[in-house]
């Protein structure tokens, strides 16, 4: 019998893991505890090949739901699931987690880029040595009005904050001029 995957649902379980050992602290039993005091426990052979087979594995039962060990994790699943479906489910789970992994790295990747690109304040020495030089007005038009500082070869392409690479520019000018080389 096949169920519809669209109704089924697999959650992560939140299992805690109790080891018991024999008298010279050999592993003998392990002992997984779900919820309201409900445990299902392993001998030695059934830890070691927990997984090995790259199968899901039923562990155990909590009302209408079933335990599975499936992709290295626990999974609680609506009972009836079939280890094919656990295992498809899982399988989804975890690939949309890598997704979103290599997303958010993207994402911080670009921040980092974003941050490093921020450039610092001109040096007050390279201002007043441009301002000395274009005599405190617009090297193009001659204004006086709404001064600014641009970079001939602008920044985002590589130009440097030297005195050589920084002139001054009006407002309306450097809006016209943009991040062209001119």
Same mark, same amino acid.
């Given at each position: 019998m096949r169920t519809i995957l669209t109704r089924m649902s697999l959650q992560r379980a939140n299992v805690r893991i109790e080891e018991r050992r024999g008298f010279f602290g050999a592993l003998k039993e392990v002992r997984l505890w779900f919820s309201r005091g409900e445990?299902?426990?392993?001998n030695r052979e059934a830890w070691d090949a927990l997984g090995r087979s790259g199968e899901p594995v039923a562990l155990g039962e909590d009302g209408g739901r079933r335990l599975w060990y499936a992709e290295g994790?626990?999974?609680w699943a609506e009972d009836g699931m079939d280890a094919e479906a656990v295992a498809l489910l899982a399988w989804d789970r975890e690939r949309r987690q890598d997704a979103r992994l290599d997303r958010l790295r993207k994402i911080r990747a670009a921040e980092e880029d974003?941050? @490093?690109?921020?450039? =610092?304040?001109l040096p007050d020495e390279v201002r007043a040595a441009v301002w000395h %030089?274009?005599?405190?007005?617009? &090297? @193009?038009?001659?204004? =006086?009005?709404?001064l600014q500082f641009d970079h001939v070869i602008p920044?985002? %392409?590589?130009?440097?904050?030297? &005195?050589?690479?920084?002139?001054?520019?009006?407002?309306?000018c450097n809006r016209a001029k943009g991040d062209s080389i001119v």
């Open positions: 445990h299902v426990a392993l994790g626990y999974y974003a941050e @490093r690109g921020r450039r =610092e304040r %030089r274009d005599e405190g007005r617009c &090297v @193009r038009c001659g204004s =006086e009005q709404e920044f985002s %392409r590589g130009g440097s904050n030297a &005195v050589e690479n920084i002139q001054i520019l009006c407002g309306p």
